[in-house]
């Protein structure tokens, strides 16, 4: 993959951004079942014509697009998507002999979008930008609540020999952490879709602790690895 830049995200190194703002249009990819969230970042196989030409055409421009939640039937067209998304920028991308390309998004802001006429193959919205809240203070109790979910879901994953690629950054901000511990284990589109449309940190946390709670339990049901 061919890196465009270093973008912001604390899913590498929490740095600012440096590149140009979120332009006044983007185009949007609506995926079923899955939920971009701020700060990660998301690997992506694009082989369908329409999406070869968003993807060309956003490398020839700003590098931004929009990744929503499809909320309808897969294979529904047009698609009806969540109009709440994650914006960002291609970070990396390769393109294929044949015309399909892997790209690397990585998620700036949480955005409302508003569609837009387009003479595009694909759909075309307008971004709103709405408020970040990774920085927010969060209280101590807060925070030591999720720090213990964390650590009881791994212990509980590794017990069982579930493969965990996974270093928790445990000095993250609070909030921070909880996005970026949702985006890791929690696999529930209802459950990460309710993570992005929360407005301020300590109402994210307290998401992310339930949803990995939901987890842990889940874990704990099942077996432990035979020594």
Request: with cysteine; hydrophobic share 45%.
């Amino acid at each position: 993959l061919r890196p465009r830049g270093v973008l912001r995200g604390d899913g590498v190194d929490g740095g600012a951004m440096s590149e140009p703002s979120m332009p006044e249009a983007l185009a949007v990819f609506p995926l079923p079942g899955l939920v971009f969230l701020p700060g990660q970042r998301l690997p992506l196989h694009i082989f369908e014509a329409r999406y070869r030409a968003m993807v060309r055409d956003a490398l020839a421009g700003s590098g931004w697009l929009a990744v929503a939640c499809a909320l309808s039937p897969e294979g529904e067209e047009p698609a009806v998507f969540s109009p709440l998304a994650t914006a960002g920028r291609i970070h990396a991308h390769q393109q294929l002999p044949d015309g399909r390309y892997n790209i690397l998004v990585e998620g700036d802001v949480r955005v409302r979008l508003l569609e837009i006429p387009a003479s595009t193959p694909y759909r075309v919205v307008r971004p709103q930008a709405q408020r970040d809240v990774l920085d927010d203070r969060v209280s101590s109790t807060e925070h030591a609540a999720l720090l213990h979910v964390c650590t009881q879901l791994l212990r509980a994953a590794r017990e069982r020999r579930t493969a965990v690629d996974f270093h928790a950054p445990m000095e993250l901000p609070p909030a921070r952490l909880a996005m970026r511990l949702v985006d890791r284990f929690v696999n529930d589109p209802a459950s990460r879709l309710e993570a992005l449309h929360c407005e301020t940190g300590t109402e994210l946390v307290r998401i992310a602790n339930g949803a990995l709670s939901a987890v842990l339990l889940e874990l704990d049901r099942s077996p432990r690895a035979k020594q």
